[in-house]
């Protein structure tokens, strides 16, 4: 099993800048798919933006050009960089690892990120 533990969240004014982190332990973050997911009050969680194993990634419309979701192997870790950002980014954001041949899915405790002037 993996341990997810989210930082970095933060009141950052619109058009700023955050960069999140989650550090993995317990399992090799290698062996799965790592991911940024996060719920506004009131809705659903969304996928925000994923990461393959390989490096392949994938991102939300709503935020494509604006986060870069990268890992470090090495250091068990995986970044959110989130630049330009708007008020409707303000959210709890949460860290997922997947590994779905195995049906495993990992979830962190969440880091507020609240975008406002």
């Known amino acids: 099993q993996v341990q997810l533990v989210e930082s970095g969240g933060g009141l950052v004014q619109p058009g700023g800048s955050l960069r999140l982190s989650c550090a993995a332990s317990?399992?090799?973050?290698?062996?799965?798919?790592m991911g940024w997911y996060r719920q506004a009050p009131g809705k659903r969680r969304d996928m925000v933006a994923t990461?393959?194993?390989?490096?392949?990634?994938n991102y939300a419309d709503s935020v494509k050009g604006r986060f870069t979701i990268s890992r470090d192997n090495a250091k068990n870790t995986v970044y959110l960089q989130m630049d330009s950002l708007k008020p409707e980014d303000t959210a709890v954001y949460y860290c997922?690892?997947?590994?779905?041949?195995?049906?495993?899915?990992?979830w962190g405790q969440g880091t507020q990120v609240t975008v406002s002037s």
């Open positions: 317990g399992s090799i973050m290698n062996r799965y798919t």
């Open positions: 997922n690892a997947n590994r779905a041949a195995y049906n495993y899915n990992a």
């Open positions: 990461i393959a194993s390989g490096g392949n990634t």
